[in-house]
C-alpha cells in the first residue's frame, strides 16, 4: 500500500495570474514545429540510432515537413559531433530545413559545438542551463545572480561565434531548464538577462524555450506559468515563444495545447512522445488534433504506417496498437454497439457525399493518414451484428437484411463461444457459405442433403417452371405454375409435400467482381407450414431469377435440416 501522501507530497502553488485569458483562447494556427528525435528522443534509447539509422530518421522528419530538428548534442559525444559533420559534408540538409545543436552553458562546450555546425547554411544553437532552486542549491552551488551571470557571458560567447560566421544564418534560443519547478520572477529574470546579451529585435527573434523538464503539476498550471511569462517579458515582440513538455503526469498533450492558447508559438517534441521517462509530448498526436479542429498542421501524416514502420525500425522501440491516430488498433472497433454505429455511421457519410466527416467513434477519417476501411471492424467474443455486416458488405458486397443479419451473428457467436477467437472476413464468408449457399452439384449425394438446387427451366410466359433439384441424393424435376418464377417453384415444391411459405424477399447486386461484372444476391426469409420456426436462405447468381431460386430452395433446405435435427432423439 502507497504511504500517506500528505507529509512526504505537497500540491504544486497555483500561479497569481488574474484575469488568465488562455481558457478562452482558440487554437486557430499551427505552432513552428521542432523535432528533438535525434538528440533528446535518441538519448532516451536503449541502444542509440548509428548513424545509417539517424540519417533516415532525419530524411523522414524532412518528408513529414519538419523544418527545424534538433539532431545532435555535438559536444556531448564524438558520435554526435561526427553526425553533425556528416549532414552538413555529405548536403544532407534541405535548404528550407534549420538544424539546432544543443550546449551548457560552458565556454568549451560552446566552442565544440561552433566546431560542429562550421559550414552549415542555417543552425539554431541551443543554449541551456538549469534554474530551479535545487539545481541552484545542490548542484551548482550559485546564488540567482551568479547563475544570471554565468548564463549572461555564455549567451555572449555564442554570440560572438555567430559573429565569426558571418554567412552563416545562425539563431539562438535558450532554455530555462527545469523551467516548471523555477520561481517565475527569477525564471522572468534570467530570460530577460539571455535576451539582451543576444540583442534580441524584432527584425532578428530569438527563442525562449519555457520547457516543463518535468512534469509538476496539472496541464492548467502550465499555462499559467506561460501566461505569465507571455505578459511580463521585456521584449515580447522580439522572441519566438517556445514550449518542451515532458510527459511525467501523462498530461503533455494537453499542456502543449494549453500553452499554446497561453501565448506560446513553437512547440518542441518526439514522434510517438519518445523521450526520457514517459516521453517528450508526442508530436503526431498534437498535430493530429489540431488537424480534426479544422486546423492544417503543416505536417505530413498522410501515410502514418510508413511513418510508424520506420519509427520502429531506427529506434526499436514498439508503437502500442492503441497508441493515438497511428496504432494499429486505434480504428477498429470490437465491441457490438460500437460496430453498429460505425456500420451505420459509415453508410450515412457515404450517402451524404459530405467534405464534413461525421461519423460515430471516429473522429479522423482513416484514410486521411492512409489507413483503408478494412480494418474498421473486427469480429471476436465482444462484437455484434453490425460488426459482422460491416465485414460482410465490405468485404464481399453482401449487404444482409437486418433480420439476416441478426441470424447469422447467432451462427457467428456459437463458433466464437466454442474458438474463443477473432473471426477474420474470410472466416465469416466460409461459415456464410456453409450456412445459407448451395453446395457443389458433385457433393449433393455425399452430403445427403434434404433439396439442393440444380437448374431450372421458365415456360415462355414466365409462369410456369421445370425446377431441377436433387432431394435426398436423387436428380428429379418438380414442375409447378404460379404468378411468377417464385411462386411457380413454391407450387412446385408443394407437389413433393414441401409446404414453404416465403415471408419476405430482398435482392441486391454484389460488389462487382474482377471482370467488372456484378451478381445479383437474393435473400429470402421462408417459412415451412409443419413448422414454427422461420429462416433464411440466400442465392447468388449472375442470374437473378436463378439467385432467387437458389434463395428459395437455400431457405427451404435451412429448415428441413433444423425439422430433421429437431427430431433427432437424445
Request: aromatic share 8%; with cysteine; proline share 6%.
Amino acid at each position: 500500500m502507497l504511504s500517506p501522501a500528505a507529509p512526504k507530497y505537497r500540491p504544486f502553488p497555483p500561479v497569481d495570474l488574474g484575469n488568465r485569458r488562455w481558457p478562452e483562447a482558440r487554437l486557430t494556427h499551427p505552432p513552428v514545429w521542432m523535432s528533438t528525435d535525434l538528440r533528446d528522443g535518441n538519448q532516451a534509447l536503449f541502444e542509440p540510432m548509428d548513424s545509417a539509422k539517424k540519417l533516415r530518421f532525419f530524411r523522414m522528419l524532412c518528408a513529414i515537413g519538419v523544418k527545424e530538428i534538433e539532431v545532435a548534442f555535438p559536444a556531448a559525444s564524438q558520435t554526435d559531433f561526427d553526425f553533425m559533420r556528416e549532414l552538413i559534408e555529405g548536403g544532407h540538409i534541405p535548404d528550407d530545413v534549420t538544424i539546432e545543436v544543443l550546449t551548457q552553458a560552458r565556454p568549451a562546450q560552446i566552442d565544440r559545438t561552433f566546431a560542429a555546425i562550421e559550414g552549415a547554411r542555417r543552425a539554431i544553437v541551443h543554449l541551456y542551463t538549469a534554474t530551479s532552486a535545487p539545481f541552484r542549491e545542490m548542484v551548482f552551488g550559485m546564488s540567482q545572480t551568479e547563475l544570471i551571470d554565468m548564463t549572461a557571458a555564455c549567451a555572449r560567447h555564442i554570440r560572438a561565434h555567430a559573429d565569426n560566421m558571418p554567412t552563416a544564418q545562425i539563431g539562438f534560443e535558450y532554455s530555462p531548464e527545469t523551467f516548471t519547478a523555477t520561481e517565475l520572477p527569477f525564471a522572468l529574470e534570467i530570460c530577460d538577462a539571455v535576451t539582451q546579451a543576444w540583442g534580441a529585435s524584432a527584425e532578428n527573434k530569438i527563442i525562449l524555450n519555457l520547457p516543463a523538464t518535468v512534469e509538476t503539476a496539472t496541464p492548467n498550471i502550465y499555462a499559467d506559468q506561460i501566461e505569465w511569462m507571455h505578459r511580463r517579458l521585456a521584449c515580447r515582440d522580439s522572441i519566438v515563444l517556445s514550449l518542451h513538455p515532458h510527459n511525467d503526469r501523462g498530461t503533455a498533450v494537453a499542456a502543449a495545447e494549453f500553452g499554446l492558447m497561453a501565448g506560446a508559438e513553437r512547440v518542441e517534441g518526439c514522434l510517438f512522445g519518445n523521450g526520457e521517462r514517459t516521453g517528450n509530448v508526442d508530436l503526431i498526436t498534437l498535430a493530429l488534433n489540431l488537424y480534426t479542429q479544422g486546423v492544417e498542421p503543416g505536417l505530413d501524416f498522410s501515410d502514418i504506417n510508413t511513418i510508424a514502420r520506420t519509427f520502429e525500425a531506427c529506434t526499436g522501440l514498439p508503437i502500442s496498437p492503441r497508441h493515438p491516430y497511428a496504432g494499429d488498433l486505434v480504428f477498429t472497433a470490437f465491441s457490438g454497439s460500437h460496430q453498429d454505429a460505425i456500420k451505420k455511421g459509415m453508410r450515412a457519410q457515404q450517402e451524404r457525399k459530405s467534405e464534413r466527416w461525421n461519423v460515430p467513434y471516429l473522429p479522423l477519417d482513416p484514410a486521411d493518414v492512409g489507413r483503408d476501411y478494412d480494418s474498421l471492424i473486427r469480429v471476436n467474443s465482444q462484437s455484434g451484428k453490425g460488426g459482422i455486416a460491416w465485414l460482410m458488405e465490405s468485404a464481399y458486397g453482401i449487404v444482409m437484411p437486418r433480420r439476416l443479419q441478426v441470424e447469422f451473428s447467432g451462427i457467428v457467436q456459437r463458433q466464437m463461444d466454442d474458438s474463443g477467437k477473432e473471426m477474420s472476413a474470410a472466416d465469416l464468408w466460409r461459415m456464410f457459405s456453409a450456412a445459407y449457399l448451395e453446395h457443389p452439384a458433385e457433393e449433393a449425394e455425399a452430403a445427403a442433403s434434404p433439396l439442393i438446387y440444380q437448374g431450372h427451366r421458365l415456360d415462355a410466359n414466365g409462369k410456369g417452371i421445370a425446377l431441377e433439384v436433387t432431394r435426398e441424393g436423387r436428380r428429379e424435376t418438380l414442375k409447378g405454375h404460379g404468378n411468377g418464377p417464385i411462386d411457380a417453384a413454391v407450387h412446385a415444391l408443394a407437389h413433393v409435400g414441401i409446404a414453404a411459405r416465403v415471408i419476405s424477399f430482398e435482392e441486391r447486386a454484389t460488389r462487382p467482381s474482377q471482370e467488372g461484372e456484378a451478381n445479383a444476391a437474393a435473400f429470402m426469409e421462408v417459412r415451412l407450414a409443419d413448422g414454427q420456426a422461420q429462416g433464411y436462405g440466400v442465392g447468388i447468381d449472375e442470374d437473378i431469377v436463378a439467385a432467387s431460386l437458389k434463395a428459395l430452395i437455400s431457405g427451404v433446405r435451412r429448415q428441413m435440416c433444423r425439422g430433421l435435427e429437431a427430431n433427432v432423439p437424445d
